[in-house]
Structure formats: C-alpha cells, structure tokens
C-alpha cells in the first residue's frame, strides 16, 4: 500500500495491492497517480483522500460528517500535523478552524497479510457525531462486481453480487448487531477471478453494533470503499470518537488468497485460546433435544449417551433458571431454577465430568423478559421505549449502565464460580430498537470483565445462530455458532461462504435431529456426520432416537475427526471451483501441504449424468499425491462402474489433481464425498 499527500493535504492510497518491487519510486507514484482534466471538470480532480472532505469539492461521499454541540454543521478541512512510521503507521492530520484532529493508523502483518486500520477523531470542545469513515481506499478499476453479504436466520452468509456502476451500493445495518442480514464483508474480485485465480481485494469491519459500507463510483470513474458505524449511533456529544477495526488483504490467488488471510489472521491474531494446545473438544449441545424441558435423569441419560458417541463438553442450553419453562419469560433472572434442579447445577455437572466431559452453560447477558423479577424490580434498566415492539418476547438490557453490567457481572460470576463451568454460550436473540454504540460497548466491556476474572472459560458467540459474527465479537470469544440450521444441506452452502472469513477452529458445526427441526428435512447420517466434521464438530440431537446404524457411522466420524482435528485446526479452508455446481467443494490443508482432506458435497442432482472431474488447488504440481476415499464403503448402488478410486487410492501428481482434476464415482445427492491426500 503506498500513501502520499500532497502538501499539507490527506493523504490518499494512490497504490495497494500487489507487492512492488522495493526499488519503485513513490514520488513518480504519487505524480503519475493524478487523473487528467477535461472539459466540464475542475481544473483539478479533489483528493480521494483517507476522509474525503466536501469542504474540497469530493464529487462523493465525505470520510466525516459532524456537527458542533449546538447542531451546527461543521466542514471539516483538515492539515497535515505529524506522522508516526515504524512498525505502525500513525498519521495526524488538524483542523484548526473547527478544533478537530483527525488520526489514522495502519497496522500491517506481514505473516497473515492482513492490514488493520482505523480513524480516530478528537475534538476541542464536544460534538456530535454522524459518520466517521475508517481510512477510506480506492477499489480495483479491474473489477466488474462487488460481492457482499447478507443472510437470514436459519440463512446466513448469502452472497449478494452486485456490478459496478456510476453511483453507490450502499449497506446499512440499523439493527444494532452484527445481524443475520449484515454480515460486515466485502470482497471486490478483479473481473476473471474465482475461488483458486485471479486477484482479489477483501474487506470486513470488526464491530458488533451495525455498520454501514460505501462502494461507490464517482462522475469521475474513480472508485472509493468506506466502512464505519451504522450513521447515528453516538447518541451523546463527545471529545472523541473512534472507527472500529477495518481489517483489508488483497490476494493474486484467488478469492481463496483472501479468505486464508481472513482465516489465519482470526485464529492466529484475534482469537484468544485459554488452553492453546488443548485440541478443540467435540460438543454434545442439548437445545434440540430437550428445550425447555429439564429433567435431571433424562439429562444424565442423554450426557452418557452423549459421551459413548465421543462428546467431550456437554453444553447445558436456554432453561436452567427462573422459571424458564419457555421463550416468554426470566431473562435476567440468572439463578437456578429450584423445581428443575432442587440440588443445584451441581448433581449435573458431577455427572458430565464423571464421564470424561467438561461443562458449558447458556446465557443471554444482554437481554430482559418484562416477565421477569429484575424487569418488575427495574423496569428502566430495559433499553428502549417501554411501548417498542418486543423481539421473542424480550426486550434489550441497558448496557451502557455501570449497574446493570454489575448486576449481571454478579450473577454470572456468582454461577461461574461456584460450578465446574469452562464454556459459556452467549446468546443475543433480537435486535436492539435503535443502533446505539454505547450498548456494544457495554457488551464488550461485560465480556472482557468476565474473562479477566474466569480467564480459562471460553465463550460461544450466537445470536439466533449467526447473528453477531465479526472480529470485534471474536476478540473475546473463541467459537461462533453459525447458524441455528442443523439442516446439513442448508449449512453444507452457509459454511461454504462462511470459509471466505471463518476458520474452521471457531466455526461450530452440530448434528442435529433425523428430521431436522427447522426445516423438517431429513437426510441420512453420513451427510449430516460429515457436514458437521467440515468444521467445530457437535451433536445437538437427542442420542436417544438413534438407531445402531446412525450410532455406528456418527461414532466412527466422530473418531474421524478426532484423529485428523490436530492438523484441521490449523489448516486453511480453500473453495474449490467445482464445474458441476450441483458440487460444493472444499480443499482443507495446513501450510506445509503435505496432506489435504476434500469434503465435495453434492447439494442436489446434477444436469449431466456422470461427475465432472473436481480440480484441487494449491498443490506442487511436481509432488506426487495418494488421494483415497475415506468413505467409500457408502458408494450408493447406482454407481455401477469402477472409476480407480472406487477401488482403492490412487497416486497421480498435484499438476494432475490440479488441471484435470479427481473423478468422484456416481452420488446420490444430500451425500459427500471425502477424500484424503498426502504427499509422497
Ligand atoms: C437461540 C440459539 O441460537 C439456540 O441455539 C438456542 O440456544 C436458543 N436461542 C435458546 O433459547
């Protein structure tokens, strides 16, 4: 990335992308960067500058819009102050008229190729914000289209294709979350590139509170890309505002290139793991089993079911507290529920941890039924109008109130440290009824508290399933539960488009019911086993419906994933461009390359009748590979011929598997393939 100014100017991104030689001269950069003038122009073009100022004739949208304590409008015009260039960049740039100072920093990491930046403001006296942009960069002119994210619950990480034109593609989450509908990535490929080639620039915005993303071509076909906060959600005056974290990464591989450095930089830089070294450990979640409905014996029954199919933490879900016998009431009400657990949690826990597991539990921190005790006893510490509109019935609590952080501080330690707990799931299942920063900072501010005082209990991001996934979330947590679909099929497409940004280490993937309970499909075991062992593998059906044949493939998955999830772990998840789209495909491998696992699944029939061959990527095309079919046994009897791998491994060179590809045997569709690759 080179950044120059002209004189006491912002400064612009005149070049990012592709390394440059080191000998290049950035002062013929800066000067050949300039676009020429014609008729009907100014006589210079204003700056596309790190916050473009309308106070220089930007013909686009302004990096800053904000108004002095009174409401008065202030144009901002900034000037060069100081730079700070060591390992960081630090740029410092004052506007005296209207005592505003504006800082930029840029973080880059060499290992992940990630860079991270942000705009800081600090004022005189307080104003008022509406929009602060993180630094702004100028998109590729190479790029026919902008690929972005949106989603639903049960639906999450959806892409959205939209082509360049004069004019903005503007995104704005007003939800207050990072949201089902809002996941905050942008990946603009340069025209040609797919998953495995091409160029590529990406994009996402570490916040949890909503956010807002401008693509947009100005008159002059020069392109600009901001991100910030949703617009309006300070709601006070201050002396200083802050972007969150704007994390960017260019790739000449690919979109692949890009979703490893999302991959890498999230489990490597972001993540904190309390027990680095200790193997993600398989999950039995009781959700769909029981619901509401706790019962002692019936729990015990499902944990030693549980931990005999190869469960290693058993997460005890909503229902444990109050009288939360359903979704309409107790939120808030952290204490446990006498009548379901006359003893307390512990009789539970004694037994999960008799049986080899550890113990997680569910609570959702931010939220308040109005059918609560700490509703009735505090009725303002709801966030919002009394008369709004309720989301599952409940409302949000305020958490830019110091006491109502203690409170639910106290009666979550109080539950922490009294019980043999190392996991919580966090749950948020609404929306806020306006955006508002200061609640996101409140929430941010409970967590890390909590985590300095349990410093060895991780914590599941989940909101309705996906709902607040985002780097600013994952600084404090360690899994997200992707989405509340344990349809196999559903998450098959939903954890394929997720790998653009997720790991697999964080990214929790269940079993779910025989008929799935939010979509009433049913598929057979392997699928869905498989599906789940494509990332953070969990059970969440209830063990006793499984017959000897499902308790047989799901127990020899399980043992699957447990031998392969040391190396898994750390692989990077690379999309395969499958040339039957009937064919969802991705290549899991570590750094070395001396191994790989594919998973190919096949999401529905396809229009021609036999497997198109699959390309792999990323391979020595001079190695020599043995692939094998790790589950060839489940060839269905519609496959009556004998391609090689039907029959056994097969050794063939990475410039084979690469530019010819592997041919699968004939599959029913709602199956998957998985193939195992090492390098002789
Ligand atoms: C929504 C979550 O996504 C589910 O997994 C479950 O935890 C419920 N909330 C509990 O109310």
Wanted: hydrophobic share 35%.
């Amino acid at each position: 990335m080179v950044i120059t100014a002209t004189g006491e100017r912002l400064p612009q991104v005149v070049y990012w992308g592709e390394r440059l030689p080191l000998g290049e001269d950035l002062v013929t950069l800066h000067n050949a960067h300039a676009i020429d003038v014609t008729g009907g122009m100014l006589d210079e073009n204003p700056d596309l500058s790190l916050s473009p100022e309308a106070s220089r004739t930007f013909p686009g949208q302004p990096g800053l819009i904000v108004r002095s304590e009174d409401g008065t409008p202030l144009l901002p015009k900034f000037c060069f102050e100081s730079v700070e260039n060591g390992k960081d960049l630090t740029i410092r740039y004052r506007d005296e008229g209207n005592g505003l100072t504006l800082t930029f920093e840029f973080i880059t990491d060499a290992e992940t190729h990630i860079i991270r930046s942000k705009t800081v403001l600090n004022t005189d006296s307080p104003v008022h914000l509406h929009w602060l942009a993180a630094p702004v960069v100028p998109a590729p002119q190479a790029s026919d289209e902008m690929i972005d994210f949106t989603g639903r619950w049960c639906g999450e990480f959806q892409t959205n294709r939209t082509a360049w034109s004069p004019g903005i593609r503007y995104r704005e989450n007003r939800t207050g979350r990072t949201g089902h509908e809002h996941f905050p990535g942008l990946i603009i490929p340069c025209s040609g590139a797919t998953n495995t080639q091409g160029e590529a620039y990406a994009f996402h915005y570490g916040w949890s509170g909503g956010h807002r993303m401008v693509a947009e071509e100005l008159p002059d076909g020069r392109r600009q890309i901001q991100w910030g906060h949703a617009a309006r959600m300070e709601h006070e005056a201050s002396t200083e505002f802050s972007t969150a974290p704007l994390y960017m990464t260019y790739s000449n591989e690919g979109l692949n290139g890009c979703a490893v450095s999302f991959q890498r930089h999230v489990r490597d830089r972001i993540v904190t793991w309390p027990k680095p070294d200790r193997p993600r450990p398989v999950h039995y979640n009781c959700w769909e089993a029981v619901y509401f409905d706790h019962k002692l014996d019936v729990l015990c029954d499902i944990a030693d079911r549980a931990a005999k199919l190869g469960a290693e933490r058993f997460v005890l879900d909503d229902g444990w507290f109050g009288n939360r016998d359903d979704d309409t009431r107790a939120l808030s009400d952290w204490e446990v529920d006498p009548r379901k657990y006359p003893d307390g949690l512990t009789p539970l826990i004694d037994h999960v941890k008799s049986l080899g597991m550890s113990f997680g539990i569910w609570f959702e921190p931010e939220m308040i039924n109005p059918d609560s005790n700490i509703h009735r006893a505090h009725p303002d510490w709801a966030l919002g109008a009394e008369d709004q509109l309720l989301g599952r019935q409940q409302k949000a609590i305020n958490m830019a109130l110091p006491e109502v952080r203690d409170f639910i501080y106290d009666r979550m330690s109080a539950i922490l440290a009294n019980h043999d707990i190392d996991y919580i799931k966090w749950d948020h299942n609404r929306v806020l009824p306006m955006p508002d920063a200061a609640q996101t900072r409140g929430s941010y501010r409970l967590i890390d508290r909590l985590r300095e005082q349990f410093p060895n209990v991780e914590i599941e991001s989940c909101a309705s399933g996906g709902g607040r996934i985002d780097f600013g979330i994952l600084q404090r947590t360690q899994r997200v539960w992707l989405s509340d679909s344990n349809d196999a099929l559903e998450r098959l497409n939903i954890q394929h488009n997720a790998a653009l940004f997720l790991p697999l280490s964080i990214t929790g993937s269940h079993v779910g019911p025989r008929r799935c309970h939010t979509s009433g499909r049913m598929f057979d075991i392997s699928f869905r086993a498989w599906v789940a062992a494509q990332r953070h593998m969990g059970f969440e059906m209830d063990p006793r419906e499984l017959d000897d044949y499902e308790t047989r493939v799901l127990t020899e998955v399980t043992s699957w994933w447990k031998h392969n999830r040391d190396w898994m772990e750390d692989a990077d998840i690379l999309r395969l461009d499958s040339q039957d789209p009937a064919v969802i495909a991705e290549q899991q491998m570590p750094r070395d390359g001396e191994r790989f696992v594919v998973f190919a699944g096949k999401a529905a029939t396809s229009a021609q009748i036999a497997p198109r061959p699959l390309r792999l990527t990323g391979l020595n095309p001079h190695s020599m590979y043995e692939v094998n079919l790790a589950n060839r046994l489940t060839a269905s009897h519609l496959s009556r011929g004998m391609p090689a791998l039907k029959e056994g491994p097969i050794q063939v060179s990475g410039a084979y598997l690469m530019h010819h590809g592997v041919t699968l045997p004939w599959s029913f569709p709602d199956t998957m393939w998985v193939l195992e690759g090492k390098r002789l």
